[in-house]
């Protein structure tokens, strides 16, 4: 999975064109010291969580993507891509971001980022 760094434009991010995120998969950006992992399910719907499972950190990132979640490759914990809760038994969450869709650029608030 390549890093692409943000590119800020006005008060959002724009992190790169849908095309880059797979069916599936994922791709991460980076702000400062966060890794974002921008997910693309089966029907085209963006997700963006921070890429570290709430269990030991694994990378959400190189996980499977289905259902409207993501299992961490370290452990097989299941991640809500909506809510970054873990799933069934499990417990603890992930950071979530709202990505929104412009055409065919996928855009992060800097606000939350921060926030």
């Not at 998969?25 to 966060?34: H, K, L, N, P």
């Not at 490759?73 to 869709?101: C, K, M, Y």
């Amino acid at each position: 999975m390549s890093v692409a760094p943000a590119i800020q434009t006005d008060d959002l991010v724009d992190i790169g064109s849908i095309d880059e995120v797979p069916r599936r998969g994922a791709r991460c950006v980076t702000s400062g010291e966060m890794r974002i992992a921008i997910f693309r399910t089966h029907d085209d719907q963006f997700f963006a969580l921070e890429d570290k499972c709430p269990h030991k950190a694994g990378p959400l990132s190189q996980g499977i993507v289905h259902d409207g979640c993501v299992t961490c490759p370290l452990h097989n914990w299941v991640i809500s891509l909506r809510s970054g809760e873990a799933q069934g038994a499990d417990e603890g969450a992930t950071r979530t971001f709202s990505v929104q869709v412009r055409g065919d650029r996928l855009l992060l608030d800097m606000a939350e980022l921060t926030s």
